[in-house]
Nanobody, 128 residues
Framework: QVQLVESGGGSVQDGGSLRLSCSVY????????MAWFRQAPGKEREGIAD????????YYADSVKGRFAITQDNAKSTLYLQMSTLKPEDTAMYYC?????????????????????WGRGTQVTVSS
């Protein structure tokens, strides 16, 4: 069973930065679409960035484009989300997700059922 473990969340001031990590266990870090989602209280879970383990174009939701960057270290089986210029509206639980498929697309960010494996999340709180 694939296991995803997020870390790096915390509390920051408006305009601050954080880097989230997602460590992947029990499978070879290959042939998966990896993504970050977030969910604020009372809101739907939102896909914000994805990238394929084997390379290719990363995709971002408009809400984070230009502020967040999704990267990965295949040797460490770890996915990252570098978040900059954080805003109070970025406050949410952030989840890592994985879909066993040969590609990623921007559309995957709007179709969370594609992602078979999920972590438990890490909380990010941005105060003004």
């Amino acid at each position: 069973q694939v296991q995803l473990v997020e870390s790096g969340g915390g509390s920051v001031q408006d305009g601050g930065s954080l880097r989230l990590s997602c460590s992947v266990y029990r499978y070879t870090y290959s042939r998966y679409c990896m993504a970050w989602f977030r969910q604020a209280p009372g809101k739907e879970r939102e896909g914000i960035a994805d990238i394929h383990t084997d390379g290719g174009t990363p995709y971002y939701a408009d809400s984070v484009k230009g502020r967040f960057a999704i990267t990965q270290d295949n040797a460490k089986s770890t996915l990252y989300l570098q978040m900059s210029t954080l805003k109070p509206e970025d406050t949410a639980m952030y989840y890592c997700a994985a879909a066993p498929r040969p590609y990623c697309s921007e559309g995957d960010l709007r179709d969370k059922v594609v992602f078979r494996y999920w972590g438990r999340g890490t909380q990010v709180t941005v105060s003004s």
